[in-house]
């Protein structure tokens, strides 16, 4: 009967540490996710804090000025290509050409970068 109560010994034993590898597997995992969600929401919340606004702005056109050259001038990063931003004046001014009239105004967009 000696060597039974042994052999239950070693099952309950090797029963309780089964259970404390499993419960440190666990417990790692919810400092692991913990840790990782509360990191991800600091980044998010950096990258909310970062503000970009278009605003727009009257532009007199002068003798020779043409869309290309406003566009040089006032085109940020914000648009894909200079035909894009071109567009984007047209629709506003409801041009429907290339050409501008000399001494008249257009609006034109640009942004402005601020932290919240």
């Not at 417990?27 to 991800?40: H, L, N």
């Not at 702005?57 to 020779?64: D, H, L, N, T």
């Not at 043409?66 to 931003?85: P, Q, S």
């Amino acid at each position: 009967m000696h060597a039974y109560m042994k052999k239950n010994e070693r099952k309950a034993r090797l029963t309780q540490h089964i259970i404390l590898i499993i419960a440190g597997i666990l417990a790692a995992i919810a400092i692991i996710t913990i840790c990782g969600s509360r990191f991800q929401s600091s980044q998010v919340q950096a990258s909310d804090r970062y503000v970009e606004t278009t605003l727009y702005k009257s532009v007199y056109v002068k003798s020779g000025d043409t869309l290309w050259t406003i566009a040089d001038i006032y085109m940020d990063e914000i648009y894909g290509n200079k035909t894009e931003y071109i567009d984007e004046i047209r629709e506003i001014n409801h041009i429907s050409g290339q050409s501008l009239q000399a001494g008249s105004y257009i609006i034109v967009p640009y942004t402005v970068s601020s932290v919240r």
